[in-house]
Structure formats: C-alpha cells, structure tokens
C-alpha cells in the first residue's frame, strides 16, 4: 500500500503562492491518478485537482482554476501544486491522495491558511 507524505503548507497573506509536495512510498507509474483534496471546518471536501499517473491528464475544482497547476515529478515519485493567487477562502488542510488498484488513499494533511 502506498504511503503519501505532504509538505509545504503554512501561513501566507492573500495574494501570495505556496507549493504543497506529495511524496509517494512507490514509482508513481504504479498508481491511477494523483491529487488534491482540501476541506476547511464546516465545509464538505473539495476537489482542487487531479492528475493522471502518465502526467496524460488534469482536472481542477471550478474554484482555483486558472490559480492551482498540479504536476507530476516521476523521478522523484512527488506531485506537487502550486498555489498562486491565493486568497482566504483558500484557507484549508490540503490532502494529498492516490489511486491504487482502484483504492483511494490518503495522506495526513497539510494545513493553509491565508490571512492579512
């Protein structure tokens, strides 16, 4: 089973970027897809982006489309997303996941939070 391991989350004030990493334990060619997910208190999770395995494919959540790229590092087994333009509503833990064999799963989570 894969493990996924997020970093780069932390305070920013609106308008700034931050690039959030999500390491894999395997080859990312092992896996379906990749990608985000973020939920904020109160809130349902949200799907901010994905991104096929093969680097073939993304998808974005309407609310950071044309902000959010997600993409893939094969040799370092990571996917990453930069994040710009980023606004307080963007204000979430961001969790990283994959498809494995038809499985989701899911990393710990990595808090934002964008605030003046």
């Known amino acids: 089973q894969v493990q996924l391991v997020e970093s780069g989350g932390g305070l920013v004030q609106p308008g700034e970027s931050l690039r959030l990493s999500c390491a894999a334990s395997?080859?990312?060619?092992?896996?379906?897809?990749m990608g985000w997910h973020r939920q904020a208190p109160a809130n349902q999770r949200e799907l901010v982006a994905t991104?096929?395995?093969?680097?073939?494919?993304?998808n974005y959540g309407d609310s950071v489309k044309g902000r959010f790229t997600i993409s893939i590092d094969n040799a370092k087994n990571t996917v990453y997303l930069q994040m710009n333009g980023l606004k307080p509503e963007d204000t979430a833990v961001y969790s990283c996941?994959?498809?494995?064999?038809?499985?989701?799963?899911w990393g710990q989570g990595t808090q934002v939070t964008v605030s003046a």
């Open positions: 395997i080859s990312i060619s092992r896996l379906t897809a």
């Open positions: 996941y994959a498809v494995e064999r038809g499985r989701m799963r």
């Open positions: 991104i096929l395995s093969n680097g073939g494919g993304t």
